[in-house]
């Protein structure tokens, strides 16, 4: 797998063009309306953060991205591609990861296998091939990708471990791991601060920088942790009841009345950047 | 000694202890280590639905009994010689396993235990209905000549007992392959995170289905080769394919969900059991099932993991991995949490 690099010029533009395009998505459970006509975009490899008071709607449409949850109206397009009629197996593919507000890793497994099953996709061997021992090669090909990616997130000591009963802010790591090992272009990270002390949330804010450089990435985030989204992202999109509210640089979006009403009035910590 | 040479040494003795059995025992202890050893087949295939995968059948008696008439039918009325009818009957049975695992997909944890559980009752009356044995009875008796040893140097109970084995141990050495490779960590990362595992790109329709054909397939085979060693098919009795199911699950479960070894340590005991309280007291055989059940109530109370579960841990414990564990995370041992769960009785 490491020869044909998955994020090479062939499909589209490296640089520049929006490489998500979310266009009136609207998402409605019975009566309730949780996303209401959401347009925005993200261009390709920038950080792009998604902030709004709870309930605004910003899980929703990760789970619509994720096709966990069907979008009542609205596209969603990705890499030039209708994302509404990829089935939720083949967003992994289409080159979507994406980690789990409360962790949804496997505790059955090792905190290798939770990475070496994020390679899912990069693998072939089916149930033909496992039983007769020809998984093999792949097997250890993946362990060896997984390692790599272990080593860079400081997991490797933790590889044979089952992953579970370990720090929640380790299990986050994991799981960024296991996003990572299907080589996405786009990596979505559902609230990665929360429940992380202090220094941790710095060294995050780090690592998101570094690897969206080292792995050639998109990031879009969802959080609640002001100073490390403004200190880290290129664009935020403000949402509350399900609507667009605000979108621009921190630096905009920070000083919009709209936003500081709705959102950051009540939330702001007292640290909130710089 | 570190683990690898203790797997290694303790791999070679069993092997030899299985293989020489056949010379030291009658031939009815034969039969009964036969009967274990299909059995371990059939918990397998369960241990990789249910263990592995965490979809709960009970109903494997079922397919059980599609394998073992499959293979009856073959031999007695078509002329097949019985080595030949056993991929017919894995074949057949996982078809069967396509055709119930597809509607399982929509039910879950206790639903499908149920749904299950009325395939195992409705095996008979579909047998019965279909197909006329001797004397129009659900009951297909090969001739006893069609299961003769083929190697002149062993007599027909040592041949059939190591034509089960061998199956047997093959049947493990696949399913070991698959469980280590990427299918079956994508069966247990079904099992333990089903929307997880669908975001990081599998498949979990057709990882379910092919997990429920495969486990259908095992207990097909172990079908067949009950044939060969308790010479019938038999659909008469309308509970034996329930009890079959409920007994493989048993196996599945004191011997250690989601193991390798734990099936056939399972199907051993289970069948030494059977046979032990059967007799115990004299002129008191009504007894003898409370006697079954108390051990095994017994057997999990001690080993809630299975026996392979529990010893597991144990031998982790004498003997740890060499990879360091840094001081502070080595001395988390017992964490009841850590080791393989038992996702059968967690699924919503």
């Known amino acids: ?274 | 000694m570190n683990r690898t040479t203790v797997r290694v040494v303790v791999g070679v003795l069993v092997a030899i202890a299985v293989l020489y059995a056949p010379y030291y025992f009658e031939p009815v202890w034969n039969r009964e280590l036969s009967r274990a050893a299909y059995f371990a087949i059939a918990a397998m295939g369960l241990n990789l639905l249910t263990g592995f995968n965490g979809q709960i059948s009970i109903g494997h008696g079922a397919f059980f009994g599609v394998g073992a008439f499959t293979s009856a039918i073959l031999v007695d009325t078509h002329g097949w010689s019985f080595e030949a009818t056993i991929p017919a009957a894995a074949v057949l049975a996982a078809v069967v396993g396509v055709l119930v695992g597809i509607p399982a997909l929509r039910v879950k944890g206790l639903h499908l235990a149920l749904v299950t559980l009325g395939l195992a009752v409705l095996f008979p009356r579909v047998g019965q209905k279909y197909i006329d044995g001797a004397g129009g009875v659900a009951l297909v008796r090969p001739k006893r000549r069609e299961f003769d040893s083929l190697l002149s140097f062993l007599a027909d109970d040592q041949w059939q007992y190591l034509e089960t084995v061998l199956i047997a141990a093959l049947l493990f050495l696949l399913a070991w392959n698959l469980v280590r490779s990427r299918v079956g960590r994508a069966m247990i990362a079904v099992r333990d995170q089903e929307v997880a595992a669908s975001t990081v790109g599998i498949n979990v329709a057709r990882v379910k289905v092919g997990t429920f054909a495969l486990s259908a397939a095992y207990a097909g085979i172990a079908g067949a080769l009950s044939v060969m060693i308790d010479r019938a098919a038999d659909a008469t009795n309308p509970l034996l394919a329930f009890r079959n199911s409920i007994e493989f699950l048993v196996a599945v479960v004191i011997g250690g969900t989601a193991t390798i070894t734990g099936p056939a340590v399972g199907a051993l005991i289970l069948v030494l059991l059977r046979r032990h309280t059967d007799g115990l007291i004299e002129g008191k055989e009504v007894l003898s099932p409370a006697i079954f059940g108390a051990a095994l109530i017994t057997m999990i109370y001690v080993l809630p993991e299975g026996i392979v579960g529990g010893l597991g841990k144990l031998f982790g414990r004498l003997f740890p991995a060499r990879a360091a564990v840094p001081a502070t995370a080595g001395a988390a041992g017992p964490d009841p949490s850590t080791t393989t769960t038992t996702p059968t009785e967690e699924e919503p």
């Open chain 1, 1 to 274: 797998m490491s020869s044909p690099d998955p994020a090479a010029p062939t499909t589209a533009p490296p640089t520049g063009g929006a490489l998500l395009e979310v266009a009136g998505v609207g998402v409605r459970f019975g009566g309730v309306v949780a996303l209401d006509g959401l347009t925005f975009e993200i261009q390709r490899g920038s950080i792009c953060a998604l902030i709004g008071p709870n309930g605004a709607g910003k899980t929703t449409l990760f789970n619509v991205i994720s096709r966990l949850y069907p979008a009542t109206s609205g596209s969603v397009t990705f890499d030039g591609r209708d994302l509404l009629k990829v089935p939720p197996h083949g967003i992994a593919r289409a080159g979507i990861a994406r980690t789990f507000q409360n962790v949804a890793l496997f505790p059955g497994l090792s905190v290798l296998d939770n990475v070496r099953v994020g390679a899912h996709t990069e693998g072939r061997v089916g149930f033909v091939r496992g039983l007769v021992g020809l998984g093999w090669p792949e097997n250890r090909r993946m362990a060896a990708e997984s390692m790599s990616i272990l080593e860079r997130l400081d997991l490797a000591h933790l590889a044979s471990r089952p992953a579970a009963g370990l720090p929640f802010g380790t299990l986050k790591r994991i799981e960024l791991a296991r996003a990572l090992a299907s080589r996405p272009k786009l990596l979505m990270l559902d609230e990665p601060a929360n429940g992380l002390t202090h220094a941790e949330v710095d060294e995050l804010a780090a690592t998101i920088h570094r690897l969206r450089d080292e792995f050639d990435l998109t990031v879009l985030l969802v959080e609640h942790h002001m100073a490390m989204v403004m200190a880290i992202s290129d664009h935020i999109v403000v949402l509350d009841f399900g609507r667009r509210i605000a979108e621009g640089p921190p630096e905009v979006v920070r000083n919009d009345p709209k936003v500081i009403e709705a959102y950051l009035g009540t939330a702001d910590d007292g640290d909130g950047g710089p």
